[in-house]
């Protein structure tokens, strides 16, 4: 029994520790197939990723794909928080992959996420989530104003090379 459960843990611990591994390409752009990807705000009207991120040129953004199924992305709102406090100067752009619209809704409302936000209606798999080559959540991303991505890739908001990055483009 303690033979299968050491095979069990050690699948689990794999299977965690190969979801977190960074992109072996770090981007520096979205392709036009992740940014004709539809969203949809909060007023409920249709848009797209590359609106979002055109609206926002002249910014450095930090984009922040997370869900409310997630336990990280829960957790992880205190430093996110803590992020925007230090760096009022960035706006944070949030894409929820939420199954259900109420449910991120409710999410926005119940940990007072200050941002725009947008959903995917399609969940995790979309042209948007596969150009960034997204296998963990929370995933955060930073935008340089001319809108190229400045940082690909981090899974917790308190990455030192989150604020690096940000600093960078000042």
Known sequence: ???????????VVAHWAWGQQPPAVSKTEFPDSALQQPLFG???????????????KGKTVLLYIWAMWCPDCLKGFPELQAFQKANPDVAVVYFSLDRQEQQWQDGIRKFKLEGEHYWFKTDWKNDFTNAIDLNWIPRYLIIA???????????????PALQEAVDALR
């Open 42 to 56: 909060l007023d409920g009207e249709q848009t797209t990723a590359g609106a979002v991120l055109e609206a926002n």
């Open 145 to 159: 104003p001319d809108g190229q991505i400045a940082k690909y890739y981090a899974v917790k908001a308190d990455d």
């Open 1 to 11: 029994m303690k033979f299968i459960y050491s095979i069990v843990l050690s699948i």
